[in-house]
């Protein structure tokens, strides 16, 4: 398994597209990915379980990879969140 923290740069947070974005990002992988946020635990797969978590713009994240593809995975996403989701 593989985690990194990443600062969520989206001046609006993780509202329903750059949630849609990060969650087909999350599908091109075979990994379980999932991301903590304060007390809470959310599936990068599932628009809904994303849009649950409440993530604002300013807010870190922690990213956790765990699969054979665990790596490229958590570069992806880091990747993704950096450039801003679509925005």
Same mark, same amino acid.
């Given at each position: 398994?593989? =985690?990194?923290?990443?600062? /969520?740069?989206?001046?609006?947070?993780?509202?329903?597209?750059?949630? +849609? /974005?990060?969650?087909?990002?999350?599908?091109? @992988?075979?990994?379980? /990915?999932? @991301?903590? @946020?304060?007390?809470?635990?959310? &599936?990068?797969? =599932?628009?809904? =379980?994303?849009? +649950?978590?409440?993530?604002?713009?300013?807010? *870190? /994240?922690?990213? @956790?990879?765990?699969?054979?593809? *665990?790596? *490229?995975?958590?570069? =992806?996403?880091?990747?993704?969140? *950096? &450039?801003?989701?679509?925005?």
């Amino acid at each position: 398994m593989v =985690s990194q923290k990443v600062v /969520i740069k989206n001046p609006t947070g993780l509202h329903l597209r750059p949630a +849609g /974005i990060l969650c087909k990002e999350a599908m091109q @992988f075979k990994s379980l /990915i999932t @991301f903590q @946020f304060r007390d809470s635990t959310a &599936n990068a797969k =599932s628009v809904l =379980s994303v849009l +649950g978590a409440c993530v604002k713009s300013g807010d *870190e /994240i922690e990213f @956790f990879c765990e699969g054979e593809d *665990e790596q *490229e995975a958590l570069k =992806s996403l880091v990747r993704a969140v *950096e &450039n801003g989701l679509g925005e």
